[in-house]
């Protein structure tokens, strides 16, 4: 697995029109994100997908960029 937690890649935020899908690999260029370092509405969206519902949410996650990868139960791959 490539893991570079240094990069700061920088993408348009998040919102209706995003994935989620788990991932077993973190691209060079993602920035990582550690579930608790999440604000309360990103935590709980990404418990929701974690748990089956569709990644597709209408709301803006703070904090979440497409490209961003979160450490969860699974590595999370915004998209």
Not at 54 to 64: A, I, Q, T
């Amino acid at each position: 697995m490539i893991l570079n937690v240094n990069c700061c890649h920088m993408a348009r935020a998040v919102d209706s029109e995003y994935d989620v899908d788990r991932t077993d690999t973190v691209p060079e260029t993602a920035r990582v994100r550690h579930f608790d370092e999440l604000d309360d509405s990103a935590q709980q969206y990404l418990f929701n997908v974690a748990e089956g519902a569709s990644p597709r949410d209408p709301s803006n996650l703070s904090g979440l960029n497409e490209g961003d990868v979160v450490v969860f139960t699974n590595y999370y791959h915004i998209k």
